[in-house]
Every structure is written in structure tokens, then in C-alpha cells.
């Protein structure tokens, strides 16, 4: 089991930045491959990047390709997305997620979520 606490979301102007952080705490935290998603008001929960167990391997979104990047540091427990070049459709809550199976890039077949941390972005 692993318990999962986002933090870093809030209100942010078009263009701006914010770093989301996700701390891990219960099982060794390299045994999750770790991924964020975000849910949009009125829309479907959607995968946006996902990390390997060891950092090696990263995967994005093409919404968010080239603006976000995602990492980790296991010493820390912790997974980051940082996120550039903000867009008003990026508001949304984003949810951090741990697998120990697979990378989490589908949200039907992720293990463990967070509570989930509001990013707004206005125009």
C-alpha cells in the first residue's frame, strides 16, 4: 500500500508556471512507476505523464508535451510535474498515481490515487 499527497496547485495566470509535487509515504517508494492525471470539470479523467520506477523512462500527453515534465526523487519519496507555458485548458485537478505493475497511463488500470490538487489557469 501507498499513500499519496499532492501539493503545489493554484491559481495561475496564462503563460505562467506551477510545480505540482506528490509525496509517497508506506512501501518502498522505487517500487511504483508514477504518473499524473487530470479531471476537467464536465470531462473525463485524462492521463497527462507517467515516470518510470527508476526515472529512465518518461511519458506525456501530447497536450502537454513540451510544456510539462515530469520527475522524481526517490531519496525524497517524491514525484514533481512541472508545468510551463500554462493554458486555460489546463485547469483542471490533477491527480498523482502510483502502479507497481505497470506505468500509469490508463486511469482504469492504475492502483493507488491521490486526493488530487486544483490548478486554475485564467485567461
Known amino acids: 500500500q501507498v499513500q499519496l499527497v499532492e501539493s503545489g496547485g493554484g491559481l495561475v495566470q496564462a503563460g505562467g508556471s506551477l510545480r505540482l509535487s506528490c509525496a509517497a509515504s508506506?512501501?518502498?517508494?522505487?517500487?511504483?512507476?508514477m504518473g499524473w492525471f487530470r479531471q476537467a470539470p464536465g470531462k473525463e479523467r485524462e492521463f497527462v505523464a507517467a515516470?518510470?520506477?527508476?526515472?529512465?523512462?518518461?511519458y506525456y500527453a501530447d497536450s502537454v508535451k513540451g510544456r510539462f515534465t515530469i520527475s522524481r526523487d526517490n531519496a525524497k519519496n517524491t514525484v514533481y510535474l512541472q508545468m510551463n507555458s500554462l493554458k486555460p485548458e489546463d485547469t483542471a485537478v490533477y491527480y498523482c498515481?502510483?502502479?507497481?505493475?505497470?506505468?500509469?497511463?490508463?486511469?482504469?488500470?492504475?492502483?493507488?490515487w491521490g486526493k488530487g490538487t486544483l490548478v486554475t489557469v485564467s485567461s
Open positions: 508506506g512501501r518502498t517508494f522505487s517500487s511504483y512507476a
Open positions: 515516470i518510470s520506477w527508476s526515472g529512465g523512462s518518461l
Open positions: 498515481t502510483a502502479d507497481d505493475k505497470r506505468v500509469p497511463r490508463r486511469a482504469v488500470s492504475v492502483d493507488y
